[in-house]
Every structure is written in structure tokens, then in C-alpha cells.
């Protein structure tokens, strides 16, 4: 298998902050990552497709302002949730592409709580 | 465009009973399919997957058969435990799309009861 990990798990905020999420891949590189987001008893959403040395591209109705992404490396993605509110809360899961097994490979998810 | 329906749930099954969650896609060319699993309050973990026609997936005694004559790809297996309760998604991966995106189902939930 392969191992994907995300910091933090879990994160409470104030309004009006901003919050970044990071996205691992430990035993590969990954030259795409994805960014997902989860409602309660619902699928998952994709927000955006992470490609390393290059810009995001972000599905339609998601603010590219407002969720950055950053891919700096083939370990690596970051999202920051900017200028947070309370109904960015949701449940946000990062996977990895794992090339050769043409495989994505998921991560824990990071629960946000904006305040 | 690319799809993936699953069976809606919950499904709720006793102990060692028989599971089947259905799914089925629909697709422009030949994807490769998945079964993943999201146990609660947890990420999704891949349970297993096929790349081509009659290629069968398995693992953890859960089984998925590729059927392209039938466009699915459900998931079964012969004896569920409570351990088994969580929801599972099927998925497609076409690579005529961008690389590595996938098509999700909705999600079955299933609540094994001892």
C-alpha cells in the first residue's frame, strides 16, 4: 500500500483566520494530490486538483481565493483555508496519485470547527 | 460525462450474513474501478480494485468482480462481522480524464449488528 498523512486532524478556529492543512505522501511521490471536502453523511466533494510545480485546478464553485493550494514538492500539498467562517466547517481529506499503480491513496481528513 | 451509482443504504445486516452493495458506471472508455472503505470519523481507505474486464478485486474477504458486459462492479462478501460497519464507495478512474480523478458513487453505509 502506500501511506498518505494529514496535520492536523483536527483544528477549532476563530472566524476571520486563516488555517492551512498539509497533505503527505511518506512512501511515494505524487506528482497530482487531490483536495476533497466532506458534508455529514455525504460523499466526497473535489475542490481542486493539486499538481506539483504548477497551479491548482480548482472544480467549479470553489473559491481559488479563498482555498489555497500550494503543491511545492512531490511529497507535499498544502491547503489554507483563508478568512475562515463558520460554514467552511466540514471534514477535508487529501489523496495522493500514485503513479504506476494509477491509484489514488487517501489521507486521514481534517475536521475544521470555525467559531 | 463519467458516473458511478451505487446502491443507496443504510444497510443494516446481522452478523455472518451475506453482503452485497451494487454498484454500476458509465463511462467513455475503460476505467478502472475501485472499492473504498471510510470507517468513521476516519479517511477513506482503498479495500480494493480492478483494472480491466473480468479482473476480479479482493481483499479482507470482501471480493468485487469487473464486469463490462454489465458495466458493474459490486461489491460482496460472504460474512460480514461487526468490525465490517462503515461506508464504502465505489469509484471509477478514467484515463481520459485529468490523471488519476475519480468518479465516486455516493456511499452505502452499512451497520452490522452482532
Known amino acids: 500500500g502506500a501511506v498518505v498523512s494529514q496535520h492536523p486532524s483536527r483544528v477549532i478556529c476563530k472566524s476571520g483566520t486563516s488555517v492551512k492543512i498539509e497533505c503527505r505522501s511518506l512512501d511515494f511521490q505524487a506528482t497530482t494530490m487531490f483536495w476533497y471536502r466532506q458534508f455529514p453523511k455525504q460523499s466526497l466533494m473535489l475542490m481542486a486538483t493539486?499538481?506539483?510545480?504548477?497551479?491548482?485546478?480548482?472544480e467549479q464553485g470553489v473559491e481559488k481565493d479563498k482555498f489555497l493550494i500550494n503543491h511545492a514538492s512531490l511529497t507535499l500539498s498544502t491547503l489554507t483555508v483563508t478568512s475562515a467562517h463558520p460554514e467552511d466547517s466540514s471534514f477535508y481529506i487529501c489523496s495522493a496519485y500514485r503513479t504506476g499503480q494509477e491509484t489514488q491513496y487517501f489521507g486521514p481528513g481534517t475536521r475544521l470547527l470555525v467559531l | 460525462g463519467d458516473s458511478v451509482t451505487q446502491m443507496e443504504g443504510p444497510v443494516t445486516l446481522s452478523e455472518e450474513a451475506f453482503l452485497t452493495i451494487n454498484c454500476t458506471y458509465t463511462a467513455t472508455g475503460y476505467p478502472s474501478l475501485f472499492w473504498y472503505v471510510q470507517y468513521p470519523g476516519e479517511g477513506l481507505q482503498l479495500l480494493l480494485k480492478?483494472?480491466?474486464?473480468?479482473d476480479k478485486g479482493s481483499n479482507k474477504g470482501f471480493e468485487a468482480t469487473y464486469r463490462k458486459e454489465t458495466t458493474s462492479f459490486h461489491l460482496e462478501k460472504g460474512s460480514v462481522q461487526v468490525s465490517d460497519s462503515a461506508v464504502y464507495f465505489c469509484a471509477s478512474l478514467n484515463y481520459g480524464g485529468s490523471q488519476g480523478n475519480l468518479i465516486f458513487g455516493k456511499g452505502t453505509k452499512l451497520s452490522v449488528k452482532p
Open positions: 493539486s499538481n506539483e510545480g504548477s497551479k491548482a485546478t480548482y
Open positions: 480492478a483494472t480491466k474486464a473480468d
